[in-house]
């Protein structure tokens, strides 16, 4: 598979740098369908909570929902298409 990273591998410096810097001036953050076990990705949730409320939409409880603005424990796909029909 092309563009993927398999355990154990680095993530590639350069668009991680973007994402921080993306996350540090953003003015919400939402996590889609993500357990939020695995790190660097889930680090970034952190680093948004300190300036932009979150959001986290996941079939299941994830280490996180304790300080997300809003957790919508439901299956991804039906939810985000019905936040899209809403706006």
Known sequence: K????????PMPEAPMLR???ETISCAFFGV????LHV???????EIANRKAPFAIV??????L???ADIVLRQETE???SELVNIY
């Open 65 to 67: 929902d304790g300080i």
């Open 19 to 21: 994402v921080r810097e």
């Open 58 to 63: 996941n079939r299941d409880a994830t280490p």
């Open 39 to 45: 790190y660097p990705a889930a680090g970034f949730v």
């Open 2 to 9: 092309l563009g993927t990273i398999t355990f154990g591998q």
């Open 78 to 80: 039906p939810t985000l």
């Open 32 to 35: 889609v369908g993500s357990s």
